[in-house]
Each structure stands twice: as structure tokens, then as C-alpha cells.
């Protein structure tokens, strides 16, 4: 069992930075990939990011490259996603999510926990 929760979120202006982060319980964290996700309102819940367990991989939707990055920190059972140039399209409710798996993170079918998310809203 595993649980999440997230972090960080608020009230930004276009362009700006927010830190998110996901602290999760128990001794497994450093087995599980980690993935980010996002839900607007009134969208279905979206990928963002997700990280491999030991770091190596990173995976990003295309419309978030180049401005927000996902790391992890396997001694403190966490993993940040680093909101930059932030648009107003972003305002969504963020959710960080554990999965057995190590490919086809994109797919929030695939993960096994979710946290309660956290909301970013980027005002224009």
C-alpha cells in the first residue's frame, strides 16, 4: 500500500513558477514509477510527466516540454514536478500517481495510487 500526497500547488500569474510535490508512505517508493497528471474542469484527468524508479527515464506530453520538469528523491519517498512559463491553460487540479509498471506511463490505467490532488491556477 502506498499513499500520496500532493503539494505546493496555488494562484500564479502567466509566466510564472510553481514547485509541486508528492510525498508517499511506505519502504516500496523506490520500486514504483511516478507520473503526473492533470484535470481540468470538465476534462478527463491528463498526462504530464512521469519518472522511471531509479531516475533514469523521464517522460513528458509534448505540451508541457521545455517547461516542466519531474525529478524524484528516492531517500525522501518524493517526486517534484517543476511548473515553468506557466500558462493560463494549466490551471487544472495536479495528481501524482505510483505505478507497477515501466512503460506506457502515460496511461492512467496503469497506475495503482493516486493522490488527492492539488490545485495550480495561472491567472492571464
Known amino acids: 500500500q502506498v499513499q500520496l500526497v500532493e503539494s505546493g500547488g496555488g494562484l500564479v500569474q502567466a509566466g510564472g513558477s510553481l514547485r509541486l510535490s508528492c510525498a508517499a508512505s511506505?519502504?516500496?517508493?523506490?520500486?514504483?514509477?511516478m507520473g503526473w497528471f492533470r484535470q481540468a474542469p470538465g476534462k478527463e484527468r491528463a498526462f504530464v510527466a512521469a519518472i522511471s524508479p531509479s531516475a533514469i527515464s523521464t517522460y513528458n506530453a509534448d505540451s508541457v516540454k521545455g517547461r516542466f520538469t519531474i525529478s524524484r528523491d528516492n531517500a525522501k519517498n518524493t517526486v517534484y514536478l517543476q511548473l515553468n512559463s506557466l500558462k493560463p491553460e494549466d490551471t487544472a487540479v495536479y495528481y501524482c500517481?505510483?505505478?507497477?509498471?515501466?512503460?506506457?506511463?502515460?496511461?492512467?490505467?496503469?497506475?495503482?495510487?493516486w493522490g488527492q490532488g492539488t490545485q495550480v491556477t495561472v491567472s492571464s
Open positions: 511506505g519502504r516500496t517508493f523506490s520500486t514504483y514509477s
Open positions: 500517481g505510483a505505478s507497477r509498471y515501466r512503460w506506457a506511463l502515460s496511461y492512467r490505467d496503469n497506475y495503482d495510487y
